[in-house]
């Protein structure tokens, strides 16, 4: 195996507004930033959470106010990005996890909103690898254009699948179906932080709130946050993750407006 890299070592808070597309900002700060992406932080604890989402591309930024929050301002100086806020997140989940993932834009200079198509607008839906669903066929795969913004990954669904047959029409997606898009999101990101294909994913929890109905005529935005994830800047390491317990936070958005959210609980474990 190759000696693994260093981890980046660039600490959390930032010099500039223009250093990291996502600037965390204290609330008071916010009428003073200008920034397209200004994502408000009340404490060290949302601030911690939200780095761990959004890792190489986001930063807290104090100016010269940084003595008005100097709890703020230690634990970001204290904090390199990758090693503090990259690893994986050891505590539950926030008790305004949804609230808190909300604040970062679905559309962003990091997805240059490839997930979310202007009116009129079509783009090609290419279909996720069945593998990362664990789906033999690939028509039953409901997932499309993914991509990954720090912790935090973005999908397009398919809000038809062969497997799914109702015994009436619906002007919305119904609830069975946007389930199976969010335990397919869950799948694919749990891979896609480093869980090897033959491992084992037993999912033990799911809850999922609806806030409004999913139309069928405008693209729905997946998005997911995985607690368990291995180092990045080393090769997956077979023995991490062994019986590991995880928790992943998803979101389906359409519109600009997260239309259902929910959490999901999972172990891991290597195939007997």
């Known amino acids: 195996m190759e000696a693994a890299s260093s981890p980046p ?3 959390v808070r930032v010099e500039s507004p223009d250093a990291v597309p ?13 920034h397209p992406c200004r994502i408000p932080v ?33 634990w970001a100086d204290a904090t390199p990005v990758g090693v503090g806020v990259g690893g994986p997140w050891k505590k539950d989940p926030p008790a305004n996890l949804t609230e808190l993932l909300g604040r970062v834009p679905v559309k962003n200079p990091v997805s240059e909103g490839r997930q979310l198509f202007a009116e009129g607008e079509t783009r090609p839906m290419e279909r996720t690898d069945a593998v990362l669903v664990h789906k033999r066929e690939p028509a039953n795969v409901l997932l499309a254009n993914g991509h990954r913004v720090g912790a935090l990954h973005q999908f397009n669904a398919f809000m038809e699948s062969p497997e799914f047959l109702f015994d009436h029409p619906s002007e919305h997606v119904q609830g069975m179906l946007l389930t199976e898009i969010a335990r397919q999101a869950s799948l694919a990101s749990i891979h896609g932080v480093g ?23 405008a693209p729905l935005v997946m998005r997911t946050f995985v607690s368990y994830r291995l180092p990045e800047w080393e090769e997956p390491v077979r023995s991490e993750g062994r019986k590991g317990r ?13 239309c259902f959210s929910g959490l999901l609980g999972a172990v891991s474990k290597a195939a007997s």
């Open 22 to 34: 996502f600037l965390l900002v204290p609330e008071s700060l916010l009428p003073e930033i200008d």
């Open 9 to 11: 070592a660039r600490r």
């Open 195 to 217: 869980l090897p294909f033959d491992w084992v994913i037993i999912l033990t929890r799911l809850t999922l709130e609806f806030q409004r109905f999913v139309r069928h005529d």
């Open 246 to 258: 995880m928790w992943i936070a998803v979101q389906g958005w359409q519109d600009n407006v997260c």
């Open 42 to 74: 009340k404490n060290v604890e949302e601030a911690e959470f939200l780095s761990a989402v959004l890792q190489q591309h986001g930063g807290l930024y104090l100016g010269a106010r940084a003595a008005e929050h100097r709890e703020l301002a230690d």
